[in-house]
C-alpha cells in the first residue's frame, strides 16, 4: 500500500494567541521547531520528540502539530499498531493507530486537541484507513484536569468525534477490565468490506479464537 500524504494547515485564534495547525510534517521539518517542555505525559520531552520524528519517517507514519510560531504545543499522531499488540494481528496495511494526542495544559479547553484531529482528516486518503484509538482511564491526566473518571470520559469522547471517532464494542481484555475504557474507531468511506469484516474478527478475537477451538478448528 502506497501511504500518500498531503499536507494541510488551519490556524486557530484562542483569546491570546493564534496557533498553527499542520501537517503530516516529516521530520526535517520538525527539526526546525522547539518542543514544548511540558509535553511529558509519555515520557521526557525531548524523548518525546525525537519518537515523534521517528514515527513521521515511517511510510505509514502522520505526525499533525500545533505550534505558536517555531515552538510545537501539541501533536497528534498516526501510525500502524505495534507488533506486540492484537490490532496488528493480520498486518492489515489499511489500519493505523492514533498513537498519541497530546497538549499543552496552558492550551487545553481552547479547541486545539479537535482540530488537530479535524486536519488530520482534510487529506483524503484518510479515508482509505480504519483508524483506531485503544483508550484506558489510567494514561487520562484526571490530576491536571481535576475531573471524574465519567467526567473525562465524556471530554474525550466529544474531542474524538471531531475527528469521526466513535466508541466501538470490543473483548479486548485490557479494554474490558474498566467500563471507562473504550475502543474509538473511524471506518474510511473507501475501505472494503473485506477489511471489514477482518477489523470485526479483530474486535472479538477472543470470541472467535474460543469458538475455533470449540470447533477444534
Known amino acids: 500500500m502506497n501511504h500518500v500524504k498531503k499536507y494541510h494547515k488551519k490556524i486557530i485564534t484562542t483569546k491570546e494567541d493564534s496557533i498553527i495547525i499542520e ?12 518542543f514544548h517542555e511540558d509535553l ?4 521526557p520531552a525531548q524523548q518525546q520528540f525525537e519518537a515523534i520524528k521517528g514515527i513521521a519517517d515511517l511510510s505509514e507514519g502522520r505526525i499533525i502539530i500545533a505550534r505558536k510560531d517555531d515552538l ?6 498516526y501510525l500502524h499498531p505495534d507488533p506486540l499488540e492484537r490490532w496488528s494481528t493480520f498486518n492489515m ?13 496552558s492550551y487545553r479547553g481552547v479547541g486545539v486537541a479537535s482540530n488537530l484531529l479535524r486536519v ?29 473518571i465519567w467526567e473525562y470520559r465524556k471530554v ?24 471507562a475504557n473504550c475502543l474509538m474507531v473511524r ?29 477444534g478448528i
Open 72 to 77: 510545537i504545543v501539541g501533536y497528534v499522531t
Open 93 to 105: 496495511e489499511n489500519l493505523i493507530e492514533l498513537g498519541a494526542i497530546e497538549i499543552i495544559p
Open 156 to 179: 474525550m469522547e466529544k474531542m474524538m468525534a471531531a475527528g469521526g471517532l466513535l466508541p466501538a464494542p470490543t473483548d479486548d481484555p485490557e479494554i474490558i477490565s474498566h467500563p
Open 40 to 43: 511529558i505525559a509519555f515520557r
Open 23 to 34: 501537517g503530516p510534517v516529516p521530520s526535517s521539518e520538525l527539526s526546525n521547531y522547539k
Open 120 to 148: 488530520s482528516m482534510l487529506d483524503e486518503f484518510m479515508e482509505n484507513y480504519i483508524i483506531i484509538s485503544t483508550e484506558y482511564y489510567w494514561h487520562w491526566d484526571l490530576d491536571g484536569t481535576k475531573l471524574s
Open 187 to 215: 471506518i474510511g468511506k473507501n475501505v472494503d468490506e473485506d477489511s471489514i469484516k477482518r477489523f470485526d474478527t479483530l474486535r472479538f478475537l477472543q470470541r472467535h479464537r474460543y469458538r475455533n477451538m470449540r470447533e
